[in-house]
């Protein structure tokens, strides 16, 4: 089984592809303003080093967010773009899923993303499992620094998760023929139309 799978939500880029022959990364740290250019490079050079086209991947897999609104869109339209040329199926990873996938606790726990300023994304998980209770915007009052696990842009999980998580899902059969973006509030250009 092929999977190709993609994270452009955050400052790092991550681009990972688990083959027959094994598993490849490419990573790029403090690019977010570069996602764009270096987005297709990136999937190019990886189906180079593992001698695979497009048409051998059998699943897609993309971060859907929360995250930047213009990483997730572009990653979400990319794999949207593959599966549709190929046929294949998607698998919609999410931010909160793809940290709390290794740290799995055995007490219902919250998995937060530092927003700054006092605020967080967060997801409730249920304990032992990666169902999610309930997801949405929180503040610094409803966490528990002694349970609950909260996220910096660099440790958010490790890359291994985007490749495990997508099989984990595929394994379930949750997979879909169309990614869509898991965005927690309005873009700051929806905000500013409103007013």
Same mark, same amino acid.
């Given at each position: 089984?092929?999977i190709?799978?993609?994270?452009?939500?955050?400052?790092?880029?991550?681009?990972?592809?688990?083959?027959?022959?094994?598993?490849?990364?490419?990573?790029?740290?403090?690019?977010?303003?570069?996602?764009?250019?270096?987005?297709?490079?990136?999937?190019?050079?990886?189906?180079?080093?593992?001698?695979?086209?497009?048409?051998?991947?059998?699943y897609?897999?993309?971060?859907?967010?929360?995250?930047?609104?213009t990483?997730?869109?572009?990653?979400?339209?990319?794999?949207?773009?593959?599966? =549709?040329?190929?046929?294949?199926? +998607? !698998? *919609? #990873?999410?931010?909160?899923?793809? $940290?709390?996938?290794?740290?799995?606790?055995?007490?219902?726990?919250k998995?937060?993303?530092?927003?700054?300023?006092?605020?967080?994304?967060?997801?409730?998980?249920?304990?032992?499992?990666?169902?999610?209770?309930?997801?949405?915007?929180?503040?610094?009052?409803?966490?528990?620094?002694?349970?609950?696990?909260?996220?910096?842009?660099?440790? =958010?999980?490790?890359?291994?998760? +985007? !490749? *495990? #998580?997508?099989?984990?899902?595929? $394994?379930?059969?949750?997979?879909?023929?169309?990614?869509?973006?898991?965005?927690y509030?309005?873009?700051?250009?929806?905000?500013?139309?409103?007013?």
């Amino acid at each position: 089984m092929n999977i190709l799978a993609v994270d452009s939500a955050f400052e790092m880029l991550l681009v990972g592809l688990k083959s027959q022959k094994g598993i490849y990364f490419k990573t790029f740290e403090n690019e977010l303003k570069k996602h764009n250019a270096i987005l297709l490079p990136a999937i190019e050079e990886i189906l180079n080093k593992s001698s695979l086209k497009l048409f051998d991947i059998d699943y897609f897999a993309v971060n859907t967010g929360p995250g930047s609104f213009t990483g997730i869109r572009l990653g979400v339209c990319t794999i949207n773009a593959f599966a =549709f040329a190929t046929g294949k199926k +998607i !698998i *919609e #990873l999410d931010s909160f899923s793809l $940290s709390a996938f290794d740290r799995i606790k055995g007490y219902d726990y919250k998995v937060f993303i530092d927003c700054l300023n006092g605020n967080f994304y967060g997801a409730e998980f249920e304990k032992s499992t990666l169902h999610k209770i309930k997801a949405g915007e929180y503040t610094e009052k409803d966490i528990n620094y002694d349970k609950d696990i909260i996220l910096k842009q660099k440790e =958010f999980y490790k890359k291994e998760n +985007i !490749i *495990e #998580l997508s099989e984990y899902k595929i $394994s379930r059969k949750e997979f879909t023929d169309y990614a869509v973006p898991s965005y927690y509030k309005k873009s700051q250009a929806e905000r500013e139309l409103e007013r």
